[in-house]
């Protein structure tokens, strides 16, 4: 602990280098990025334009293939230069947010960032006006073969671009139309005080949105049921303002695709993506369809906590006593390089190059640190990962679920050209929880201790009911207020708080007492205000599982079409991504093999729990 305490209170100075990532690589120091940056950004220069070359070209896309190319070649340099330059610059920031030389150099990148994007919106547009015949053309142009897929996509989306001027008041209303969610993150984030809350002995506690997530999982039943009332209360206050909020986004959601011509929001959401919306409605129905296996889990859960009543603020807590597994963070790397053994020694040891000699990882928490986790890089660095590694079981899980990110975005960068080196949301999640449920099945196999074993299980049955049985409980929800909205049908907060309660009744089933407090729940999730997002997360965990079946119990094939995937970027749809990788997710059996792994834990789970007394 004494340790722990000091990684939380060091400077960024006290850091070790080796405790840091190597932002080194990207630039040798901080006046090597900012002359790299007044050379981008043309600073000192008469000139007004950030790439006078790519607007001379402007108008000039009709006159053949090699136009579109010479275009497309200065904009993905100019991209690449500008991703290197972000990219440094929002690790440094993320270093010490309280740094005003950092501070300064990240608004400074955000700002030519938005200049870029706008010296660029004229490509599109032009492009589409030209006739279906020359466009034709263009894509079986030898001259353009390596920007094929790329144009393709644009293309698809024709009838959906409007004219030039009405782009441009679309991307002027763009700032307008982030009000609704900007204003739920300002009362939700910062506005909102929450009164302190007491426990059994009579001790009072801060109630906040960081202590929530902890007390609901507390073993003292009266402190979990006062922080669940106490919290959900405060948005119960202000559920007209909050109603008007989500119905609002709601509104520019609708707004958006009509003017593109969508047939409803659904569709304008994942028609960029190429993903058909059955695939949003076959999640929902595959999962209706086994729900019973997550009321099992409940009934499971009341018997385990003998409890004549399962409350909404008993589904968290923990099912064994209190399991504290503790390991440092050489302890953490070594187990997650272990676990993706089941990948090849090729995979296996470039992470092990990564995280113990080429410094990807900012391990531990300094002052003025940003929270959290994640995985960073551009095409031309190392994947950066940031972490506040705490010596916890859950900090080795984030690690795993990170360097997942990393491996993807490594493979796909050294195998794709820059137009296709990144990769969408449906499928970044998928290496994430791959590498979490290889490290989730090394845990579990090689456990001794019964309670440790419990406790691992029940880990995971959670991971899959936070995941795929809540965010499609989340993606139903969505659904249904869009549609109301398409159908001119008002969002009133009892229309709300009635139709979310009877989602909990059929996720949660007969053991469970859906306590009222849950009525206004859909007023704190900011997942909501995102474009139907949150389905992403419950069929990413789908393939996942699906794909780790495949490379842990199958053939050599299984675990090369996986690192084909890796390696395929966004070369092609993210649909026909996954199908490299053997995973159709038009089809409901990734699902419905998913709620299958559960239903399996679930028997493990009681077979542990009955030879053992907790």
Known sequence: MKQRKLNMTKSREEVSLSDRWNVEELYLSHEAWEQAFQTFSNAGSQQTSLCPAIQALQGSLHRGPEYVKNTLDLMMSMDRELSKLYTYAHLRHDEDI????????????????????????????????LSNEQLEEYLNSPALVAYKFHLEKIIRTKKHTLSFENEKLLAFAGQALQTSYKAFNAISDADFKFAPIKDDKGSEHALSHATYSLYIRDQDRFLREKAFNQYHHQYLAYENTLC???????????FQARSRHYTSCLESALFPKNIPTSVYHALIEAVTEKISVLHRYMGLRKRILKLDQLHLYDIYVPLTS???????????????IESVAPLG???QSLLAKGLKEERWVDRYENQNKRSGAYSSGCFDSMPYILMNYKNLLRDVFTLAHEAGHSMHSLYSRRTQPYQYSDYPIFLAEVASTFNEDLLSRLLINRCQDPIEKI??????????????????????????????????IPLTPQLLKQEYRKLNHKYFGPDVIIDKAIDIEWARIPHFYYNFYVFQYAT?????LAIADKVVNGQQQDRENYLNFLKGGCSQYPIEMLKMAGIDMESPLPVKSTIQKFDQLLNELESLLTDVKV
């Open 455 to 488: 406790f691992l299980v029940n880990q995971k049955v959670e991971d899959i009911r936070a995941t795929l049985f809540r965010q499609t409980m989340f993606a139903e929800f969505e659904l249904l207020i869009h549609e109301q909205v398409e159908q001119d």
């Open 345 to 347: 020694s090729e995979y």
């Open 244 to 254: 008007e909020l989500l119905s609002g986004q709601v509104q520019n959601h609708l």
């Open 98 to 129: 309280a740094n005003p030389i950092f501070k300064k150099s990240y608004e400074q990148i955000l700002t030519i960032a938005h200049k870029f994007s706008q010296e660029i919106s004229w490509f599109q547009p032009e492009l589409l006006a």
């Open 540 to 544: 990413g965990i789908s393939a996942a």
């Open 322 to 336: 209190a399991v504290d597994i503790r390991l440092s963070y050489k302890e953490a790397e070594d187990i997650v």
